[in-house]
DNA sequence: AGCCATTCAGTTGTGCACAACTTAATTGTG
DNA sequence: CACAATTAAGTTGTGCACAACTGAATGGCT
């Protein structure tokens, strides 16, 4: 089955039935209706975040990188050479994910691991040449998008700064346990 | 290796050289500045996204869902029986995906898959009494998530709509080929 | 009726995310 | 120094997302 997407109005991202439109506390709203606003939300994100997903994948398909690929490539052409250990904490990801698509990227051409000298334990990531010309061509990538999108530049910091927000608060809570009843 | 965060103000998070405050167009900015504000907002996004999802994974495990069947469970217990099809078109999502993830929840017990009679093609998804009351346990979820994310209502129904409308404009993008130079 | 295009679900293969685990190197402490 | 605890990277297994494909059922068209 091909990806054929009902219209946004009809489907998933339709309004809720605006009981509650005054910033009213959570305590205000029942189980009910708050299950339906949750199917919401998940949704609005769940659906953004694979949209973004998906347009990323056609501009980036003629770089010849996934979108997590180009993740790692920003972060090494921004701060070059760098520990597996580090790239994970930038990208928020594990090692169980970094090191097959590391292994890719080695077999792509893009970049060299090597053990650390001083530290046995630790690998190095670097930029090949091949790696670091892909830059010129990644240059074209966010105009692109950013055009996709049809969001000005303050719009774009404007969202960026609502999710980091929410990334915060999530860690946080994910960090001293998420509330067992409430 | 675990997940060993580091603070957003560091890391990822941090802010632009905010040098084009003003509402600027895209093309006051250089592609050098783009790159590095690409990699800031798909990083939002990406951590937003993946930040929900393991809270979520947390609070839905005690359910024994993970979060893309939650969405799953919640269109059921919203529209109740219907086919793979409509699923796949509330939750944009292909039978590639839904197939085997559907095959689970049927072996969890919590749903039944049966050949429709009118028309040979369809399966239609059915709850069954299992997974009818697990939606007393689901009541609990949202409000658990809510507090987790510190977002009262407003913010959350604010959050909800751009992402609405980014997820619009992407998939509108999506669909007339995304611009190859602009 | 006969045939072709379409539709629906499912399968296969690739890649990502993450938990749980392993292995090896390093650090800290008695 | 010895040895336990910690750390870095990698491995394994599960599940999701998606492209590309298969196969069966349906509908339209001549």
Redesign the pocket.
């Known amino acids: 089955?091909?990806?054929t997407p009902i219209s946004a109005s009809e489907g998933v991202l339709q309004g809720l039935p605006d009981e509650a439109k005054a910033p009213a506390g959570l305590s205000d709203v029942s189980a009910e209706d708050l299950l339906l606003l949750d199917r919401q939300i998940c949704f609005s994100l769940?659906a953004a975040s694979?949209a973004f997903?998906?347009v990323y994948?056609v501009v980036l398909k003629e770089l010849g990188l996934?979108y997590?690929?180009y993740l790692v490539m920003l972060v090494l052409w921004e701060h070059g050479e760098l520990?597996?250990?580090r790239l994970?904490e930038y990208l928020?990801?594990?090692?169980?994910?970094?090191?097959?698509?590391?292994k890719?990227l080695e077999a792509a051409g893009l970049v060299r691991?090597e053990r650390s000298a001083?530290?046995?334990?630790?690998?190095r990531v670097h930029l090949t040449d091949a790696g670091a010309d892909l830059r010129e061509q990644a240059l074209t990538v966010p105009r692109r998008i950013a055009a996709a999108t049809g969001f000005d530049l303050g719009e774009i910091r404007d969202l960026r700064a609502r999710l980091d927000r929410l990334t915060l608060a999530l860690d946080a809570a994910a960090l001293e346990g998420v509330p067992v009843c409430e």
């Open positions: 089955m091909t990806k769940h694979r997903n998906s994948r996934t997590p690929q520990p597996v250990k994970g928020r990801l594990d090692s169980g994910t970094l090191s097959p698509l590391l890719r691991r001083e530290d046995e334990r630790s690998v």
